[in-house]
Structures are given as structure tokens and as C-alpha cells.
């Protein structure tokens, strides 16, 4: 055979003696007939899909917390067995250093048991991957709780409150999260473990108060995603009002489902490309409402605060100015997931304290700066803002109303685009942190097990079902009774970041109490909290004052929300409702603590009964810090002053 065609057999991979080289090349037709590169890429295809299909089984190794925590008294009598078998003893360690019988324990227990040791042990060894990067939790701490809260809920606020009351309300809340982000950055920076803030009130506070602020968070980012979904099909409405809301619910709900099984790379780097969009538009609103302020437009002329004079200040006198807490509280919901996600960062002892500090200047630039000018631009008594039908009501944005008032055609449209972006944004970051919650109390027996299940990428993919399930109610966008329903959603979830941040300022305190005694140094910290445990006792504080003000609103209301009837259903059942919709959080939160406690009988952990190691990464303090010291010895001041604060 001439050399040409042995090229030709070796290239389509023909062998000699085969049935192809016997009838095809004896009768000389072409090779190309018979190139068999598209089985191969067939295959290739066949491979690939199956490698894909592959990622979502679940790894035996993988889970958010690797290992289950010991609650009933078979699973306990097993562990003791086990021990048995290797150590030849029925006892255990106490915390200090005597003899615990275990059968004798667990009659006292009433035949329940929460093993607080593995629980924290399990955290602690996460097998999440560690995808995030720096710029990630710079933009989730910056941007990624900005959505309707701010664009949306402030005009509710704004028509409750008055201008004043707004930047008090808002300026309050905002020292709070300033105080309890920096306690989450100490406790994150050192315990970088799953779950979070459940888990810091599980070591530090009570087993059972743990269980209840995992489940209170859970359902808080749960219920979160509906709402923001709705909020977005409502913008869409904007453009076109006749359009059916169904549609858009459902390429938003896909969209956000989409973006999370990517992984938590896929969610790090769709809120790095919102947090730009959302930053953007809030300093271009800011130049915008200074120039139309000051009579940038000759149809406007100068305004000034004519507003703080006309209609006035402030409305319905201190009860506005406490009405207006809880909805700046819910404005500022999602700056704890900087904390969340930092059992998901690469480096959190280098990126999150940078993130934390980041927190400040949200605070300042973007709702005080911002929510000054709408205040200055626009009157409480404004007909659009007596028009609000819920908190997500988009039609009722203040920042839309101000642009529509200075005349100008095309920017409304362009904000009401950058809100449709902000509450993706948010509904993005609920499925996250909604699904990272569910997986880690699942894995420590506090839910259903099979929330536990973590494919070989990393990713909770039941709990993200769950939370995509939970969006189905976006649907009702479409229900004219909608307006009912999504003020009982926001009865669920409006207090439920107050408890958590509460939470997170006693953890603190505690573990710097328990740390002291200890016998520690505040200098072997990688991060410390820059107000320090102060600031945790003033963000304690304050989140009570909070529930405080919420309960007289909610006992003695000023007026009802439009969902309740009062004609139907009488004057005292519109009180009682009323109630209710605003202080719903707090029995659903005192009965999973109870719940818990009369289940396993646990009791507050007592300081010197703290574990403070267990989880704590190792950094090799020592020698880091003092390369650090040196390192910024050399830098010029105002370098100093730049890193200090941010």
C-alpha cells in the first residue's frame, strides 16, 4: 500500500486486515467518507455530560459540617459503645477534669442529649469550599444588602416618619450595625466556622438559644426571597403594566436558582457585578440630587429644605420616629452575611477584616447621604408615598419620585432598572444565606437530615431547593389579595435581624469574658473589634430599644395597615391583627427556644465551661503580626489612617 494511504489509515485510526481496509480502499473511494471524529466527539459529549451529572452526587466527604452532633440516647449509648470498645470506659471528661458517668448523665438528661463539644467540633471542621475572594467580601459587605430596603422602603418611611425621622431612625440603626458588624469580624476572623451566628450563640450563649436564631435565620432569608421576587415583577410593571407578573416571577426565580448552583464562586462573583451596578447608581443619584437641590433644573428652581418646613420635619411625633425603626432595620438586613460567608473565604484573617471596615462607609455614603437628599427632595405627604401598598411596593420609591419630579424622561426608567437589579441582588443572597443555614443545622441534627446533602462542588443542592420552593409564592404577585399576604410574610421576617444582631453582641461579650478568663491576651486576636466589647454592649442596646419601640407601635398603633379591614372586622380585631403583623418574629422565635429547651434540657454556658480553641484557625499569630508591625512602621501616615479605616 503506498505510504499516502498508510498516512491516511493511521489518521482515521483504520487497521490493517480490517473489513474497511479490505472493500473501502480497494476500491479507492474517499477516506473522508468514513472519518469516525464525530463518534468521538460523541463520545466526548457522552463523557462531559456524564461528568457534569456526576458533580451533583453527593461526596461522603463533603459536608457542611463533616460530622453529626450527638442529641438521643441511642445515638449517645452508640458513641459511648464505641468508646467502649477502643478505651474500655462508659465515662466521660467533665470540664473540670472530674468523671462524668454517662448512663447517669443521661438520666438526668430525661434520655436526651445535646453534646455541646461535637457540636462545636462539627462546625469547626468545615469541608465548604473556600472559593471567596477579598473582592467578593468587599462588594457583599458594601452592596449586598442594598435593595428594596433602601430604594423601596425608605419612601414608606419617609411618609410614616417624616424626613427627620428617617435620617434618626436610619442613623440609629446604622451605629448598631457599625457596633455589631465589628463584634461579627472578631468572632468570624476567629472562628471562621459553619453557620455562623447560630453557631456563636450555640458556643457562647445556650444550645437552645443557638437552635432558635438558626431557624429565626432560616426563615428570615426564606421568606426574604418571595418578597424580593414580587418586588421585582412589580418593577417590570413599570414599563408595562399589563404584562402578567407570572412571566417575570418566573425567569427572576430561575435566574437566582441559576446563579447558585454555580457555587459559592458563581454567587461571589454575580454579587461583585450587582454591587458595582448598585453602588454606581447610588453615587449617581447622590450628584443628581445635589444638582437638582440646588436648581439645577430652571422648572424646579431651588428647593433647599422647603420640605423640612413644608409638610415638615417630622410626622405623628416620636411613635412616627419609632415606627420607622423596624423598617430601617429591614433596609439593613444582609450586612451579617459578610460573616456568613466567611467559612467560604480563602483567607478571612486577610480579607474580612477589610470587608468589615467596609461597613462604614455603606452606612454613611449610601443611606444617610442618599436618604438626606430624599428627604430634601421629596415631601412626606407626597400622593405617590400615600399610594404605597406594602414595604416592596416599587411604585412608592422615593429616589423614582424625585427623579419624575425634576421632569426628566429617560433616568426614572433607568433607576427603576437599577432597583429590578438590587432586589435580584438581595433574592440572590437569601438563597445563599437561606441554604448554608439549612444545611449547617441540618448536619448538626437541628433539621431534617436530608438538608444536609452537599453534591462533590460544594453545594447544598436540597437546601437550595427548598429556598427555590419557598420563591414559588412570588406567584402571588398576580392575587389581588396579595397586598395580605406580603404584609404576613414581612410579619415573619421584620424582626428577625434584631434578634440576630442581638445575639451577636452577647456572643461577643461573652467570649471576650470568656476569653479573659482564659487567661488570654487580647494582642493573640487576629482581628479586634475596633470599638471593642463597648461597642457590643451599645449594639445590645440598642437592638432592645428597638423591640421595645416595635412593641408599643405595634400595641398602640397610630393607624392600621391597609391588608386590615377594620370596617369587616371591627375596631379590636384590627388592633389585634395589627399586632401581630408587626411582632410575629417573637413568638415564633421564643417557641423554637422553648421548644429546644424542653427537649434537651440544656442550660447557659457558663464562662468558665467555654471552649475558645476549638475552630480557631492557625494562623501563626506571632511571627505574622510582628512581620506586620514592621511592614506598617514604614508606611506614611496617611496610609495609617487609610487602612484603619478600611
Not at 479490505?22 to 463520545?43: F, M, Q
Not at 421585582?232 to 417575570?248: D, E, I, K, P, Q
Not at 459578610?338 to 443611606?367: D, H
Not at 397586598?483 to 444582631?501: K, N, P, R, Y
Request: charged share 20%; net charge neutral; with cysteine.
Amino acid at each position: 500500500m503506498a505510504p499516502d494511504r498508510d498516512l491516511e489509515l493511521n489518521r482515521f485510526s483504520f487497521k490493517e486486515g480490517s473489513v474497511a481496509h479490505g472493500s473501502i480502499w480497494s476500491t479507492r473511494e474517499p477516506a473522508y467518507l468514513y472519518d469516525d471524529r464525530p463518534r468521538r466527539k460523541r463520545d466526548r459529549g457522552r463523557d462531559a455530560f456524564g461528568r457534569w451529572l456526576d458533580t451533583f452526587r453527593r461526596d461522603p466527604n463533603s459536608r457542611i459540617t463533616p460530622k453529626s452532633v450527638v442529641h438521643s440516647a441511642e445515638d449517645r449509648e452508640r458513641a459511648a459503645g464505641m468508646r467502649s470498645d477502643v478505651l474500655d470506659v462508659d465515662y466521660e471528661i467533665g470540664p473540670d477534669g472530674e468523671r462524668v458517668d454517662l448512663d447517669d448523665q443521661r438520666e438526668r438528661q430525661g434520655g436526651h442529649y445535646f453534646d455541646l463539644a461535637a457540636a462545636n467540633y462539627s462546625t469547626a471542621n468545615t469541608s465548604l469550599v473556600r472559593e471567596l475572594k477579598g473582592r467578593h467580601l468587599q462588594m457583599i459587605a458594601i452592596g449586598g444588602s442594598i435593595g428594596t430596603g433602601l430604594f423601596v422602603a425608605s419612601g414608606r418611611s419617609l411618609n410614616m416618619g417624616g424626613p427627620a425621622s428617617l435620617l434618626v431612625a436610619y442613623g440609629f440603626i446604622g451605629i448598631m450595625l457599625y457596633c455589631t458588624v465589628q463584634a461579627l469580624g472578631e468572632l468570624a476572623v476567629t472562628f471562621p466556622v459553619a453557620g455562623s451566628f447560630s453557631a456563636y450563640s450555640t458556643r457562647f450563649l445556650d444550645p437552645a438559644w443557638g437552635f432558635a436564631m438558626g431557624w429565626n435565620y432560616a426563615i428570615q432569608w426564606l421568606i426574604v426571597l418571595p418578597l424580593e421576587i414580587v418586588a421585582a415583577s412589580l418593577t417590570v410593571g413599570y414599563w408595562n403594566s399589563h404584562l402578567s407578573r407570572s412571566v417575570f416571577v418566573t425567569i427572576f426565580l430561575v435566574t437566582i436558582i441559576i446563579i447558585n448552583l454555580f457555587g459559592v464562586k458563581g454567587y461571589g462573583e454575580a454579587e461583585f457585578v450587582f454591587a458595582i451596578i448598585k453602588i454606581t447608581a447610588v453615587i449617581g443619584f447622590i450628584l443628581l440630587g445635589i444638582v437638582i437641590n440646588i436648581g439645577g433644573f430652571p422648572d424646579e428652581g431651588y428647593i433647599g429644605g422647603k420640605y423640612w418646613s413644608t409638610p415638615g420635619a417630622f410626622h405623628n411625633g416620636f411613635r412616627g420616629l419609632c415606627s420607622v425603626f423596624v423598617t430601617a432595620a429591614f433596609a439593613f438586613a444582609g450586612t451579617e452575611l459578610v460573616g456568613l460567608a466567611a467559612a467560604e473565604t480563602a483567607n478571612p484573617r486577610k480579607s474580612l477584616p477589610t470587608a468589615i471596615k467596609q461597613v462604614f462607609w455603606r452606612i454613611t455614603l449610601f443611606y444617610i447621604v442618599a436618604l438626606t437628599l430624599v428627604g430634601l427632595l421629596v415631601p412626606y405627604d407626597h400622593p405617590e408615598l400615600l399610594g404605597a401598598r406594602t414595604m416592596v411596593d416599587v411604585t412608592a420609591s422615593p429616589f423614582v419620585i424625585a427623579i419624575e419630579s425634576a421632569g426628566i424622561q429617560v433616568l426614572p426608567g433607568v433607576m427603576n432598572g437599577v432597583i429590578l437589579v438590587a432586589v435580584i441582588s438581595v433574592g440572590n443572597s437569601a438563597v445563599f444565606g437561606s441554604s448554608r443555614t439549612l444545611a449547617a443545622l441540618a448536619d448538626q441534627r437541628q433539621a431534617p437530615a436530608i438538608l444536609g446533602y452537599v453534591d462533590r462542588r460544594g453545594r447544598p443542592l436540597v437546601a437550595i431547593l427548598v429556598a427555590s420552593l419557598v420563591g414559588l409564592l412570588g406567584y402571588l404577585a398576580d392575587l389581588e389579595e396579595q397586598a395580605d399576604i406580603l404584609e404576613w410574610l414581612l410579619a415573619v421576617s421584620g424582626l428577625s435581624s434584631i434578634f440576630t444582631w442581638g445575639s451577636i453582641c452577647l456572643a461577643h461579650i461573652r467570649f471576650r469574658k470568656a476569653w479573659a478568663h482564659k487567661g488570654r491576651s487580647l494582642s493573640e486576636l487576629a482581628f479586634r473589634a475596633q470599638a471593642g466589647a463597648v461597642g457590643s454592649y451599645i449594639g445590645l442596646t440598642f437592638n432592645i430599644l428597638v423591640l421595645i419601640a416595635q412593641f408599643w407601635t405595634a400595641a398602640f398603633p397610630m393607624s392600621v395597615p391597609k391588608a386590615i379591614d377594620e370596617a369587616e372586622r371591627g375596631p379590636g380585631s384590627a388592633i389585634a391583627q395589627n399586632f401581630f403583623l408587626q411582632y410575629m418574629c417573637v413568638p415564633i422565635v421564643g417557641a423554637f427556644y422553648i421548644g429546644h429547651k424542653l427537649w434537651f434540657k440544656t442550660k447557659i454556658v457558663k464562662i468558665k465551661d467555654m471552649d475558645v480553641d476549638t475552630g480557631r484557625r492557625g494562623f501563626n499569630l506571632p511571627i505574622l503580626m510582628a512581620q506586620e508591625r514592621e511592614e506598617k512602621g514604614n508606611w506614611p501616615l496617611w496610609k495609617r489612617v487609610y487602612k484603619f479605616l478600611c
